[in-house]
């Protein structure tokens, strides 16, 4: 599975869009990029995933550039309640049964 | 909207008891998973099962010991609790070909004493 690189933290303000950014430069052409975050003393939760085209739930975008080395998961309207780590993960569909998660983004959202 | 659900939260044992942790999903997914997470760590599985009655071990499976007898139940068991278990300890469901999109339950924080 491709590595992923991600910046510690981030703040952002309630109400406004978060744009948390994911580096994956030596993604190959079937890996896939997803998305989970974890709130504190919680279980992780699915985010979003997507392979080349960007992607949109109830919850996020997704946004994955042209040459693939990168990927934006987008929060359209912050809220208290997404402050959270916010894990970038690239890997094959059905690689390996286990999810890895790297260190993440510590998304703070500030009221 | 899936529904993974574990029996405790929070759950102090002694050294040596025997400890069942109990999980629960309500989306008739056929793989379930257990995990335990440490600071420094990350997520390590101890268990998998595809199927009922089915299982495989993951990375870290010494020490427990896993049952699916029904579809919607996976319960990891500590035969002989030691302190080096205290963790997290999450559940994960999803469906049958789709490991990469797991769902987790609110995890129960053991601590062995």
């Known amino acids: 599975d491709a590595k992923t690189t991600q910046p510690p933290s981030m703040d952002c303000a309630e109400g406004r869009a978060a744009n948390l950014p994911c580096n994956h430069s030596t993604i190959s052409g079937n890996e896939y990029v997803y998305w989970y975050r974890q709130i504190h003393s919680q279980g992780p939760q699915y985010i979003i995933h997507?392979?080349?085209n960007n992607e949109t739930n109830e919850m996020a975008s997704l946004i994955i550039t042209e040459d693939r080395k990168s990927s934006t998961l987008i929060l359209p309207h912050a809220t208290l309640r997404d402050t959270a780590v916010y894990y970038c993960i690239v890997k094959l569909q059905g690689s390996a049964r286990q999810l890895t998660f790297g260190s993440g983004t510590q998304l703070t959202v500030l009221p | 909207d899936v529904k993974v659900t574990q029996s405790s939260r929070y759950l102090v044992k002694r050294t040596g008891e025997k400890v069942f942790l109990e999980c629960v999903q309500d989306m008739d997914h056929e793989n379930m998973f257990w995990y335990r997470q440490d600071p420094g760590l990350g997520l390590r599985l101890i268990y998998f099962s595809y199927d009922v009655k089915m299982k495989e071990k993951g990375d870290i499976p010494e020490g427990y010991s896993v049952s699916r007898e029904k579809k919607e139940r996976f319960s990891l068991i500590l035969e002989s609790a030691s302190t080096n278990q205290t963790s997290m300890y999450l559940c994960a469901s999803s469906v049958e070909g789709a490991t990469d999109t797991q769902y987790f339950g609110p995890g129960t924080r053991l601590t062995v004493l």
């Open positions: 997507g392979l080349k």
